[in-house]
């Protein structure tokens, strides 16, 4: 059984005001539910459908995700520097499991 | 006999088809203002309103790409993020994969920047498509077209 392993790279050091760049990838095929097995039977959908990232509990950026978005879904985006503390990302998969990851930032 | 039939009517209707084809880009001196019609309506569809085509969104891709299995795409709208200006989500789509929708990006003012980056699968060669709404309700959008080598099997 494959284990969806999550991956984020956040600067070191922040200044106070300044925009910064989050990459956040996770290990995962993103089956679409449209294949077939060897058998011609569907294989069922089961893909991460959304990626939420909360600065100290904040909803600051989302994505949902569909059928297109490549295996191991990597997304770059980027936030504000506003004060030192936890960005929380969280993968969410159909099905309802959920993967999370937790990174301490400074910001001086 | 059966076969016949079918493979004349096949062939006139492709000589007929091909005669209007032929016809269709005489009439219309920009086949890409008819292709920007579909997309439009195709916006219109999904998002209930006529969304206006705005060079504050950037969509980036390459032109070429050796497969449709990951190809990057590279999204920002020129915005002041505030709380009275700022873009509420960008929506991808890809009018020409099986399933149209690709992803949604929401933002939230003053706290993120419209500007991401990801991969994507592309089952043909097509104009990819992205709407950005804005605060005041605005529909801006944009496209690109990439031409994929191989599919991506989606």
Redesign the interface.
């Known amino acids: 059984m494959f284990t969806a392993t999550p991956r984020v790279q956040v600067p070191e050091a922040l200044t106070k005001g300044e925009i910064f760049k989050v990459r956040a990838l996770i290990t995962h095929p993103m089956e679409t539910g449209l294949r077939r097995d060897a058998d011609g039977r569907g294989i069922p959908r089961k893909i991460i459908n959304n990626f939420t990232c909360r600065y100290n509990d904040i909803l600051v950026f989302s994505v949902d995700f569909h059928e297109a978005v490549a295996a191991n879904p990597y997304i770059e985006f980027h936030l504000r520097a506003t004060e030192s503390g936890r960005l929380e990302f969280v993968w969410e998969e159909d099905g309802g499991s959920v993967i999370a990851l937790r990174h301490a930032i400074s910001v001086y | 006999m059966d076969e016949d039939t079918w493979g004349s009517g096949l062939t006139r209707r492709r000589v007929l088809t091909s005669a209007a084809f032929f016809a269709g880009s005489t009439l219309v001196p920009r086949p890409s203002t008819a292709a920007g019609d579909e997309a439009g309506d195709l916006i219109e569809r999904l998002a209930g309103k006529r969304a206006t085509e705005s060079n504050r969104v950037h969509l980036q891709m390459p032109r070429v790409f050796p497969n449709g299995?990951?190809?990057p795409l590279a999204l920002a709208v020129d915005s002041a993020m505030t709380e009275a200006e700022h873009v509420v989500y960008v929506r991808v789509l890809?009018p020409r994969?099986?399933?149209v929708?690709?992803?949604?990006?929401?933002?939230?003012p003053?706290?993120?920047?419209p500007?991401?980056?990801?991969?994507?699968?592309?089952a043909e060669p097509q104009e990819v498509l992205a709407m950005a709404e804005m605060s005041d309700g605005e529909l801006l959008m944009a496209r690109t077209w990439v031409d994929v080598a191989t599919n991506?099997?989606?």
């Open positions: 299995y990951t190809v890809a994969n099986p399933i929708e690709v992803a949604t990006f929401h933002f939230v003053k706290r993120s920047e500007r991401v980056a990801t991969r994507i699968r592309l991506g099997c989606i």
